[in-house]
């Protein structure tokens, strides 16, 4: 069965800390890898992954994908307040189908 | 980035009455359109795929003729919740896949339905 998980599924920290989030996959017919930033609304795109080795940045996010070891992870520096949210993880596969992790819950301390 | 539409934000109505939510793409054409469902504190549920011109692709154990959905056009997309039960309030979201094969996928603003 296809699957996204993601670690942790919640995580509280401090404002300034440096924050790591965790996907790994396992799908059938892998295309690319997104990540999403989930506020009150609809998730927002951040990144999307389709080689190995190659990091992406915005401002203080960064990602990067292992197609061997089936991994993403997307780090977060300088941590702010309004970074607090929900992050998804999803692997698009080549039949459109796409497949959500549960998310991580991040929760940023003043 | 690009835009997705979907309207309305809110809605809500009567137990056994039938509503409608698009989903518009404003700055692209989308071939591919998706229709989910979001419980409280929980992900995203891919409920169809919908392609332009063809029937969509409903997941297991989503009710075909409860969800209709409509692809009439490469930047739109329409979910109609038919004979709407209390259960089926939820939060609906739209997304729409830029470009044909690796293109990125966009959200819609989402739909709070409630049905009383």
């Known amino acids: 069965e296809d699957k996204v998980v993601q670690s942790p599924l919640s995580l509280v920290v401090h404002e300034g800390d440096t924050v790591t989030l965790n996907c790994s996959y396992e799908v059938t017919n892998f295309r690319s890898l997104l990540w999403y930033k989930q506020e009150k609304k609809a998730p927002t795109f951040l990144f999307m992954l389709?080689?190995?080795?190659i990091e992406k940045k915005s401002g203080r996010l960064s990602s990067i994908l292992d197609k061997k070891e089936l991994f993403s992870i997307l780090n977060i520096t300088a941590t702010q307040t309004g970074d607090s949210a929900v992050y998804l993880c999803a692997v698009d596969q080549r039949d459109d189908k796409i497949i959500f992790g549960k998310g991580t819950r991040l929760h940023i301390l003043p | 980035g690009a835009v997705v539409s979907q309207h309305p934000s809110r809605v809500i109505c009567k137990s056994g009455t039938s509503v409608k939510i698009e989903c518009r793409s404003l700055d692209f054409q989308a071939t591919t359109m998706f229709w989910y469902r979001q419980f409280p504190k929980q992900s995203l549920m891919l409920m169809a795929t919908s392609n332009e011109g063809s029937k969509a692709t409903y997941e297991q154990g989503v009710e075909k003729d409860k969800f209709l959905i409509n692809h009439a056009s490469l930047t739109l997309s329409t979910l109609t919740v038919t004979s709407a039960h209390p259960e089926d309030s939820s939060f609906y979201i739209c997304?729409?896949?830029?470009?044909?094969?690796?293109?990125?996928?966009?959200f819609g603003e989402g739909s709070r339905l409630t049905v009383l």
């Open positions: 389709t080689s190995s080795g």
């Open positions: 997304s729409a896949r830029r470009g044909l094969t690796t293109g990125e996928l966009f």
